[in-house]
């Protein structure tokens, strides 16, 4: 049985980080005692809870501290696992999950779809985060994670193309490279 071919080492790198966060994730709410974190709400760019994680062990307070200076962490707006409000919103979240998913897929699999079209993948995001932030609009966390998860898949799909397309590139300048280095010695 042949193993599948490996798009990209890079590519690869990128599923093994954006799947060890997404796990982090998920994890730290049950590593932290069952109700100790219930509400979170703050403000993008701050640290609102430092206080709230001080007792925490390393690595929860690590993903939490990063949560909450990267994510409102607005408490009806975010999921809760063992009776602990997740480090990161549910939009969050899902950019994680789609992440994660799309360069595990990248890694076997070489796409060939246009930037473009997956730029395309950032308009349910952008509308519906768009429209609550102007409007009174209130999204609900399903259609959150939902347009998450497709922004997440978009820009994972789009960073693999990137990456592919480099290496192909290199491939290329070293295949040149020999084929001159062949020909120069046939030369002399």
């Not at 997404?22 to 109700?35: A, D, I, N």
């Not at 999950?97 to 796409?111: E, H, K, M, R, Y």
């Not at 898949?153 to 590139?169: N, Y």
Request: aromatic share 6%; proline share 4%.
């Amino acid at each position: 049985m042949r193993l599948p071919r490996i798009t990209s080492l890079a590519v690869l790198m990128m599923f093994v980080v954006t799947s060890v966060w997404l796990v982090l994730v998920v994890l730290s709410p049950y590593l932290v005692p069952e109700g100790t974190l219930t509400d979170l709400s703050g403000v993008v760019g701050m640290r609102d809870n430092a206080e709230a994680f001080s007792d925490l062990d390393l690595l929860p307070r690590a993903v939490y501290t990063i949560g909450d200076s990267q994510c409102h962490q607005i408490s009806e707006r975010s999921y809760f696992l063992n009776g602990n409000q997740m480090p990161f919103c549910s939009r969050d979240l899902g950019l994680f999950i789609g992440l994660a998913v799309a360069s595990g897929v990248a890694v076997f699999v070489t796409t060939s779809v246009n930037p473009l079209l997956l730029l395309l993948g950032l308009v349910p995001i952008g509308i519906d985060g768009g429209l609550q932030a102007v409007t009174d609009y209130e999204s609900t966390n399903p259609l959150r994670i939902t347009t998450g998860v497709i922004a997440g898949i978009s820009l994972a799909l789009l960073l693999a193309l990137f990456l592919v397309a480099l290496k192909d590139e290199a491939d290329r300048k070293r295949e040149q490279s020999e084929t001159d280095s062949v020909g120069d010695n046939r030369k002399s």
